[in-house]
């Protein structure tokens, strides 16, 4: 089993940047990938963005592409979210998750407990 713990969270006035962190402890070789999704209070949970913890490839939902970068340490077991140029609408509760590749909540077996991003216009 992998633990994940978010850090970083926040509130930050539009346009604005802040930086996510995750922190993978326990069984983190037996995870391909880590990803970030949000949730917005009354909406679902929804898929932000995906880094492969060995090569790097990475994966961004339309909306954030161009504004978020997903990276990793590996020799942290850290993955970070750098976020730029924050809308309103990105306001949502933030988690990580660790799993197969893939752009689903149910491709992800470990949760973390989420860290609140509030926007302000």
């Known amino acids: 089993q992998v633990r994940v713990v978010e850090s970083g969270g926040g509130l930050v006035q539009a346009g604005g940047s802040l930086r996510l962190s995750c922190a993978a402890s326990?069984?983190?070789?037996?995870?391909?990938?880590m990803a970030w999704f949000r949730q917005a209070p009354g909406k679902e949970r929804e898929f932000v963005a995906i880094?492969?913890?060995?090569?790097?490839?990475?994966y961004y939902a339309d909306s954030v592409k161009g504004r978020f970068t997903v990276s990793r340490n590996k020799s942290q077991n850290t993955v970070y979210l750098q976020m730029n140029s924050l809308k309103p609408e990105d306001t949502a509760v933030y988690y990580c998750?660790?799993?197969?590749?893939?752009?689903?909540?149910?491709?992800?077996?470990?949760w973390g407990q989420g860290t609140q991003v509030t926007v302000s216009s």
């Open positions: 326990g069984r983190t070789f037996s995870s391909i990938a």
């Open positions: 880094i492969n913890w060995s090569a790097g490839n990475t």
């Open positions: 998750a660790a799993g197969d590749w893939g752009i689903l909540a149910a491709d992800f077996g470990s």
